[in-house]
């Protein structure tokens, strides 16, 4: 058997493996860690020395296909970079000569809300630019992360928390649940600005939280402070002098506060 036959039928296995429902993560993982040696023994990544028959690069792309989104379901970020980078050398600079995947713009996509739900916009952007207008807009896994970067701009976040039900694939998931902590913690500075106190059940309408408990062990997390009465209070009374009363500016403004953040709930 010739050392692409071996890979082949790894791959194979592998392959088998991870189209379970559910899958056997560890298995799969040990399938990956032989794959990625035996992948080192071929010329997997065309050089300037060295070339790739199309049979390598399309079992080597497959491969880390299913390492990419292996890395989402342990949720192991580093790796997922790696595999991604290595990933979009076949996506980008080889479509010529082995084609389009039918995952790559599912991994594209997937990879634009990692990054958008770590707040890396510059970079966003710059993966954005690599794709055609009419995949960015007509896309099933493009668009909706699109949408999503614009709800953030538009400080419409009762929109992304909707988009959690509707995510073009399973595999999404994570960095949905990551992206919506990063705009509970957008909400929260707003709340923490337009208000001198909430109630943790208005706390939890504007944070899209289901139950009190989920509010207070968000608001630990955040140092809100909650009295007896079930309240959070942001301000210091301790530290306000007595005799000074708001002026009418700073009260115009804490209503303007108020009102946006109604808007965004």
């Given at each position: 058997m010739?050392?692409?036959q071996?890979?082949?039928?790894?791959?194979?296995?592998?392959n088998?493996?991870?189209?379970?429902k559910?899958?056997n993560?560890?298995?799969?993982?040990?399938?990956l860690?032989q794959?990625?040696?035996?992948?080192t023994?071929?010329?997997?990544?065309?050089?300037?020395?060295?070339?790739s028959?199309?049979?390598?690069?399309?079992?080597?792309?497959n491969?880390?296909?299913i390492?990419?989104?292996?890395?989402?379901?342990?949720?192991?970020?580093?790796?997922f970079?790696?595999?991604?980078?290595?990933l979009?050398?076949y996506?980008?600079?080889?479509?010529?000569?082995i084609?389009?995947?039918?995952?790559?713009?599912?991994?594209?996509?997937?990879n634009?809300?990692?990054?958008?739900?770590?707040?890396?916009?510059?970079?966003?952007?710059t993966e954005?630019?690599l794709?055609s207008a009419?995949?960015?807009?007509?896309?099933?896994?493009?668009?909706?992360?699109?949408a999503?970067?614009?709800?953030?701009?538009e400080?419409?976040?009762?929109?992304i928390?909707?988009?959690?039900?509707?995510?073009?694939?399973?595999?999404?998931?994570y960095f949905?649940?990551?992206?919506?902590?990063?705009?509970r913690d957008?909400?929260?500075?707003?709340?923490?600005?337009?208000?001198?106190?909430?109630?943790v059940?208005?706390?939890?309408?504007?944070?899209n939280?289901?139950?009190v408990?989920e509010?207070?062990?968000?608001?630990?997390?955040?140092?809100?402070?909650?009295?007896a009465?079930?309240v959070?209070?942001?301000?210091?009374?301790?530290?306000?002098p007595?005799?000074v009363l708001p002026?009418?500016?700073?009260a115009?403004?804490?209503?303007?506060?108020?009102?946006?953040?109604?808007?965004i709930?």
């Open positions: 010739s050392q692409l071996g890979v082949e039928t790894l791959f194979k296995e592998l088998t493996e991870w189209s379970k559910p899958q993560l560890k298995k799969c993982g040990q399938l860690d794959l990625k040696v035996a992948l023994k071929l010329a997997f990544l065309p050089t300037k020395d060295v070339t028959t199309k049979a390598e690069m399309v079992l080597s792309r491969v880390l296909e390492a990419v989104e292996y890395s989402v379901a342990t949720k192991d970020i580093p790796a970079e790696r595999y991604m980078s290595q979009k050398c996506y980008y600079d080889y479509k010529k000569q084609g389009e995947s039918e995952n790559m713009f599912k991994l594209l996509g997937l634009l809300l990692y990054l958008l739900s770590v707040n890396r916009v510059s970079e966003f952007h954005l630019e794709l009419e995949i960015i807009h007509t896309n099933k896994y493009i668009g909706p992360v699109l999503l970067e614009q709800y953030i701009m400080g419409r976040y009762n929109k928390f909707q988009a959690k039900s509707s995510v073009p694939s399973e595999i999404y998931c949905m649940d990551i992206l919506l902590c990063t705009v957008e909400i929260a500075g707003c709340i923490e600005k337009a208000y001198d106190k909430i109630s059940q208005d706390a939890a309408k504007r944070l939280l289901k139950t408990e509010v207070k062990k968000f608001g630990v997390k955040r140092n809100w402070q909650l009295d009465g079930g959070y209070n942001f301000v210091d009374k301790s530290v306000k007595k005799e002026s009418v500016e700073l115009e403004q804490a209503i303007f506060y108020a009102r946006e953040l109604e808007m709930v």
